[in-house]
């Protein structure tokens, strides 16, 4: 099974400030990664697919990048809405959809 | 615009089935290119994918999962199902559907989600 690795498991950031949060895959998964936030009591939402696509009617502020193993997720300019759990996911071809264990942004 | 609501019992005692259900609207989930899936996270903790169903009917579960699971369509295409047996205090948690858009060479990702629905399993 690939394993993904997801640090920090939390961090807190002042408003403006750029954050990243990495996801790092146990072997090549190509660039089969989805990004997701999740706000406090909410749904999971898509941010970012396919490692560096921005979903339809997501900030722009929101950004990611990588291939192969490693792969980063940045806020550019952190607002208070972007307070959330973030989560990377992989899926592989033996159809198992793997979430990594997240990301808790807060605001200093 | 798509659109999912789960709904279903929100306590299970122990050793009996968890049923959920997932109302679809704004699209068929016999239509080309998505899947529709079931995803729970326990309390204080990640996600966990649980399986899904393809919009030809084909199903696919997670392994750890040890064969406790079920998913299912409606034969009005606009409701799928989620039933897991022989439940355990291990299974209390929010309880996502979400559709799983098929992108090129097998690019998924989940695109719209459910509310979630808590389930809890005590006696």
């Known amino acids: 099974d690939i394993q993904m690795t997801q640090s920090p498991s939390s961090l807190s950031a002042s408003v403006g400030d750029r954050v990243t949060i990495t996801c790092q895959a146990s072997?090549?998964?190509?660039?089969?990664l989805n990004w997701y936030q999740q706000k406090p009591g909410k749904a999971p939402k898509l941010v970012i697919f396919?490692?560096?696509n921005l979903e339809a009617g997501v900030s722009s502020r929101f950004s990611g990048s990588g291939f192969g193993t490693d792969f980063s997720f940045t806020i550019n300019g952190l607002q208070p809405e972007d307070i959330a759990t973030y989560y990377c996911?992989?899926?592989?071809?033996?159809?198992?959809?793997?979430f990594g264990q997240g990301t808790k942004v807060e605001i200093k | 615009q798509l659109q999912l609501q789960e709904s279903g019992s929100s306590l299970v005692k122990p050793s009996q089935t968890l049923s959920l259900a997932c109302r679809v609207s704004?699209?068929?989930?016999?239509?080309?290119?998505?899947?529709w899936s079931w995803i729970r996270q326990p309390s204080g903790r990640g996600l966990e994918w649980i399986g899904h169903?393809?919009?030809?009917?084909?199903?696919y579960y997670n392994p750890s999962l040890k064969g406790r699971v079920t998913i299912s369509g409606d034969r009005y295409k606009t409701q799928l199902s989620l039933k897991v047996t022989s439940a355990s205090a291990a299974d209390t948690a929010v309880y996502y559907c979400?559709?799983?858009?098929?992108?090129?060479?097998?690019?998924?990702?989940?695109?719209?989600w459910g509310q979630g629905a808590r389930v809890t399993v005590s006696s």
């Open positions: 072997q090549d998964i190509s660039d089969y």
């Open positions: 996911q992989h899926y592989d071809n033996l159809v198992m959809y793997t």
């Open positions: 704004g699209v068929s989930i016999n239509s080309g290119g998505y899947s």
């Open positions: 169903i393809s919009h030809s009917g084909n199903t």
């Open positions: 396919d490692a560096s």
């Open positions: 979400a559709s799983l858009r098929h992108g090129k060479n097998n690019h998924d990702r989940f695109d719209y």
